[in-house]
């Protein structure tokens, strides 16, 4: 089946989970970050849920958190198809998605639908359309709709699929948007008397004195958490393989090691001032092991349920020691 489509069957599959009753215990092994109680420290990475259709079902799988999106401002169709590709021999998936959604309002209304409980994130981009100079318009009318519905959000800045969306992750571009970011998250905690938290997504890309820039940035700016990492373009471990030669962000266990060693040099940097979420590659407990051993405080998944199924969940939630 193609890979799209085989998303879009497991999804609907997923969303028809929700409406049954809990066909397992809640999988506890809790730990606290950025001020949020999560049941463990295991949730679901932003890119299998675009829309926000199937939280529910998501959450029977044993998931401590859930994160949705990437959202925009306004519905788009992404890349022309197909544009996700599965490289079956090393476990990882090459996506040129484009960030296809319906847009933020679709979201908030699936969000309120939900009975989930626990901690949502919301990830939120920029329309493919927007120029990039033009950014903080479409992250600030992201985060002033979502705000009231998230438990913390997301500023997705480093998906490869967006064309310049990764130059916000440098210098003075990234300084101006995480000052935006803050000015108005204080003024969204002011008028609605509640705070959440900002967290920004890096690509697992950047060399070692970008990552140390970033992390300076972070801490200068006060934002509450980061999720190393996104896809990579490297195809180191996959290169001769069917479809490696696709344009595209790299996911899955080829993944693995890069975002480890990213993780390792952030939390160098950040020295515990701010919270890591690992994601990237995760494929077993010694793998998610390692990226809570190189700093990360939560971890985040997605295409090695493709790979494995949920029963790779439960496992890490049970065995992964914070």
């Given at each position: 089946?193609?890979?799209?489509?085989?998303?879009?069957?497991?999804?609907?599959?997923?969303?028809?989970?929700?409406?049954?009753?809990?066909?397992?215990?809640?999988?506890?092994?809790?730990?606290?970050?950025?001020?949020?109680?999560?049941?463990?420290?295991?949730?679901?990475?932003a890119?299998?849920?675009k829309?926000?259709?199937?939280?529910?079902?998501?959450?029977?799988?044993?998931?401590?958190?859930?994160?949705?999106?990437?959202?925009?401002?306004?519905?788009?169709?992404?890349?022309?198809?197909?544009?996700?590709?599965?490289?079956?021999?090393?476990?990882?998936?090459?996506?040129?998605?484009?960030?296809?959604n319906l847009g933020?309002?679709?979201?908030?209304?699936?969000?309120k639908k939900?009975?989930?409980?626990?901690?949502?994130?919301?990830?939120?981009?920029?329309?493919?359309?927007?120029?990039?100079?033009?950014?903080?318009?479409?992250?600030?009318?992201?985060?002033?709709?979502?705000?009231?519905?998230?438990?913390?959000?997301t500023?997705?800045?480093?998906?490869?699929?967006?064309?310049?969306?990764?130059?916000?992750?440098?210098?003075?571009?990234?300084?101006?948007?995480?000052?935006?970011?803050?000015?108005?998250?204080?003024?969204?905690?002011?008028?609605?008397?509640?705070?959440?938290?900002?967290?920004?997504?890096i690509?697992?890309?950047?060399?070692?004195?970008?990552?140390?820039?970033?992390?300076?940035?972070l801490?200068?700016?006060?934002?509450?958490?980061?999720?190393?990492?996104?896809?990579?373009?490297?195809?180191?471990?996959?290169?001769?393989?069917?479809?490696?030669?696709?344009?595209?962000?790299?996911?899955?266990?080829?993944?693995?090691?890069?975002?480890?060693h990213?993780?390792?040099?952030?939390?160098?940097?950040?020295?515990?001032?701010?919270p890591?979420?690992?994601?990237?590659?995760?494929?077993?407990?010694?793998?998610?092991?390692?990226?809570?051993?190189?700093?990360?405080?939560?971890?985040?998944?997605?295409?090695a349920?493709?790979?494995?199924?949920?029963?790779?969940?439960?496992?890490?939630?049970?065995?992964?020691?914070?």
């Amino acid at each position: 089946m193609d890979a799209e489509n085989a998303h879009q069957f497991s999804l609907q599959a997923l969303k028809w989970l929700g409406y049954l009753p809990n066909l397992q215990p809640i999988l506890h092994n809790p730990v606290t970050v950025m001020g949020l109680s999560f049941q463990n420290p295991i949730g679901l990475a932003a890119g299998a849920d675009k829309n926000g259709e199937a939280i529910d079902g998501f959450a029977k799988l044993g998931f401590g958190f859930i994160e949705v999106g990437t959202v925009t401002p306004v519905a788009q169709d992404g890349n022309p198809r197909p544009r996700q590709f599965r490289l079956l021999e090393a476990q990882g998936i090459i996506n040129r998605n484009g960030f296809n959604n319906l847009g933020v309002d679709v979201l908030i209304e699936n969000v309120k639908k939900s009975h989930y409980q626990g901690v949502l994130g919301i990830n939120i981009g920029k329309n493919a359309t927007t120029p990039i100079e033009r950014s903080w318009d479409d992250y600030q009318i992201c985060l002033r709709k979502v705000y009231q519905h998230a438990s913390y959000i997301t500023v997705n800045i480093s998906s490869p699929n967006t064309k310049n969306l990764r130059s916000l992750q440098y210098g003075e571009a990234l300084d101006d948007l995480l000052k935006s970011l803050k000015a108005e998250q204080r003024q969204l905690a002011d008028r609605q008397g509640v705070y959440k938290p900002l967290v920004l997504k890096i690509a697992p890309d950047l060399s070692a004195d970008e990552i140390a820039s970033v992390a300076d940035s972070l801490i200068r700016h006060q934002i509450d958490g980061v999720i190393a990492g996104n896809t990579t373009l490297s195809r180191e471990g996959v290169i001769g393989l069917p479809h490696a030669e696709q344009q595209g962000g790299l996911s899955g266990k080829p993944l693995n090691t890069l975002s480890t060693h990213v993780i390792q040099q952030l939390a160098q940097e950040l020295k515990g001032k701010i919270p890591i979420i690992g994601s990237g590659g995760i494929h077993s407990v010694q793998s998610g092991q390692a990226k809570i051993d190189a700093g990360a405080s939560l971890l985040q998944l997605y295409s090695a349920m493709v790979y494995q199924g949920p029963r790779l969940i439960r496992s890490l939630a049970q065995n992964i020691q914070v």
